[in-house]
């Protein structure tokens, strides 16, 4: 699949990924021994559109470089990216620059990615003052607007980030990351950290936001408990490379690579755990 | 079958008995305290594995640390927590009023008759020490035995947590065991006074499913050896199921319903455990629905701890005007107990 990947552009993904490399190295200590990190080792993958595509894999495996490559925080060593038929990476400084608005990220640690000293408004507000998109007046209404969307109330557009709980300031990093009309939303790990009602409350909000706007989701997770339940399409990534990909029934239901065996087998036994809780009663 | 008194004379009394336990948080000058635990009632029986599920905020910390006797001095306490004791073997039990005890015989149950592991056995144990010195450092402190005793009592619990290279384990420093072998480590450190009780808060927490199935085996394995009762937090239902006995359900500091987990996971009857079970696939109505997760709409609001009504009211799905009174724990059966006036819906 790879080199015909390289050989033309995609005409269905909304985002392909082939062959991409990444190599993190760091000069040595006392011993001046070189520290190598290959996180990416040629790895391809699709991104269909208007979907929720979910990127699993343990830790170490690549996931997060990966998502970083795409979203061009990160620069890949070798390979390709395109982006609605374009060519992301590799490529100018300017293309990437109009291009970047389109792809929006959304991190982990909502309490340190959110400058503490911002209000809520001024969080939601600053891509669009960045972008120069409307007057002050204009872009506090607007700000207003993507809370209310999220689910915040515009009446706690004043508080700082911290006075909101994890899943609030979770909606908070949504509602800025939306607030330029994203075609893809990256979420890293957005999720874990969570309370798992909120956990589904967040991935009810995307699936409402993605009818809303027709968005593409990549969703880096490591649980699969929640996001099995609603990824059109999973993605398993081992050592560097994507191993496996198929929608949600193909990647759970029959895993053909051991690292997704593994995975799948991990989510039922969540299941048989329910299972067994049951016919305990039973007997 | 036996009647209920019956079964009162027959049975042993519990380990621990919780009654009316409340626990609250000083904020600051002048201000009520924040309350973290309202009335919880709780039995722990020798030997059960009891598992508290809840998600943060429910007070499950706070409830282990009322039982080590681990709370802030700038907490208010109320009601009680019995501890059955034994003084010398020849003496009948005790029960003991754990919250007011002193610190110097705290200091003789804590590590040896109560034992905790914590959630990041990276951060809880010294970086400084050599892992087998801390094992025996508990041992130090409990009973009077020789070194020679002691590094063979500490090897021989490290034997049993599943440690083939036993001298390479005692010989290390934290850093240099997985993450997998300090959960382990810590497994054998709360253990090695054989206590009756264990408290474990979220100990696999941070680790994939692979290594937290790894991981609740070696302690049920432990917990069957060395016969104590076991306290098991988390905010995953799915680690319960085929591991503990009974469950406690906590919801914003009161406990909400409780009884064994085959019969509590099969027939939840408190809205907010239907609510939360039903996220799991495998669960009775898990999956979408109409394309969304069957959640709990709302939060928890901090506002809420102060009702005088049922704690769940704002969120509920099933409520009416006579859930804005305060819901008694109902018995249903045995074992099963739960705070709604309106389980049966």
């Known amino acids: ?283 | 079958m036996a009647t209920q008194t019956d079964l009162v004379s027959i049975a042993p009394p519990p380990l621990i008995r919780i009654r009316d336990l409340t626990v609250g948080y000083i904020a600051g000058h002048g201000q009520p305290p924040a309350p973290a635990l309202h009335k919880v009632a709780l039995d722990i029986w020798p030997g059960e594995i009891v598992g508290i599920l809840g998600e943060s905020g429910a007070g499950k910390s706070t409830l282990a640390g009322s039982i080590l006797g681990l709370l802030p001095t700038s907490s208010t306490r109320a009601g009680s927590i019995c501890f059955q004791s034994q003084v010398a073997p020849n003496q009948d039990l005790q029960m003991q009023n754990l919250l007011r005890m002193g610190e110097r015989r705290w200091q003789s149950i804590r590590g040896a008759r109560i034992a905790m592991i914590f959630q990041e056995p990276g951060l809880s144990l010294n970086p400084v020490m050599r892992v087998g010195d801390q094992i025996a450092e508990v041992i130090r402190a409990h009973r009077s035995q020789s070194r020679a005793v002691r590094k063979q009592g500490c090897e021989e619990i490290l034997r049993e947590v599943g440690f083939a290279d036993v001298q390479r384990i005692y010989r290390a420093y934290p850093h240099q065991l997985s993450g997998g072998e300090l959960h382990r480590v810590a497994i054998a450190q709360a253990l090695v006074c054989r206590p009756e009780l264990v408290i474990a808060d979220e100990p696999t927490r941070a680790l994939d499913v692979k290594a937290q199935g790894e991981i609740l085996k070696v302690l049920l394995e432990m917990q069957r050896n060395v016969g104590s009762a076991l306290i098991f937090i988390t905010h995953n239902p799915a680690l319960l199921a085929g591991f503990a006995d009974r469950v406690v359900i906590m919801y914003a500091g009161r406990v909400v319903e409780q009884g064994p987990v085959g019969q509590v996971f099969q027939r939840p009857l408190h809205p907010y455990t239907k609510g939360l079970l039903r996220l799991f696939p495998g669960s009775q109505d898990a999956g979408l629905s109409e394309g969304r997760l069957p959640g709990i709409p709302g939060t928890l609001r901090t506002a809420d701890y102060q009702t005088s009504g049922c704690i769940f009211e704002p969120r509920c799905s099933v409520r009416t005007a006579v859930c804005r009174n305060e819901p008694f724990a109902e018995q249903v059966s045995d074992d099963h107990r739960v705070s709604c006036f309106h389980y049966g819906n």
């Open chain 1, 1 to 283: 699949m790879g080199t015909e990947a390289t050989a033309r552009a995609p005409k269905t993904a909304l985002v392909r990924i082939a062959a991409l490399s990444k190599r993190y190295s760091q000069a040595g200590g006392l011993m001046g021994k070189r520290f190598v990190v290959d996180a990416l080792r040629g790895a391809d993958l699709d991104i269909a559109p208007g979907c929720l595509t979910a990127l699993v894999g343990g830790s170490g495996s690549g996931k997060s470089t990966l998502a970083k490559c795409v979203a061009m925080l990160e620069k890949a060593d070798s390979g390709e990216i395109w982006f609605e038929g374009n060519t992301i990476w590799p490529g100018t400084s300017k293309q990437l620059s109009r291009l970047r608005p389109k792809i929006q990220m959304v991190f982990q640690d909502s309490a340190s990615a959110l400058n503490p000293r911002l209000s809520a408004a001024q969080i939601v507000a600053e891509p669009l003052e960045i972008q120069n998109l409307g007057k002050r007046s204009q872009l506090r209404e607007r700000a207003c607007e993507l809370m209310t969307e999220v689910g915040l109330s515009p009446d706690w557009a004043d508080r700082r980030p911290l006075e909101f709980s994890g899943g609030q300031r979770q909606r908070l990093a949504i509602a800025r990351a939306i607030a330029l009309k994203p075609a893809l939303l990256i979420l890293d790990e957005s999720l874990s950290g969570l309370d798992l009602s909120t956990q589904a409350q967040i991935l009810n909000l995307l699936l409402d936001l993605q009818a809303a706007h027709s968005l593409t989701y990549l969703l880096i997770s490591h649980d699969l408990t929640l996001v099995g339940q609603v990824a059109d399409f999973i993605a398993v990534m081992h050592q560097g490379k994507i191993v496996e990909t198929g929608n949600r029934q193909q990647v759970l239901g029959s895993p053909q690579h051991a690292h997704s065996k593994e995975l799948a087998a991990s989510v039922r036994v969540v299941e048989e755990a329910y299972r067994t809780a049951r016919v305990g009663i039973e007997r």
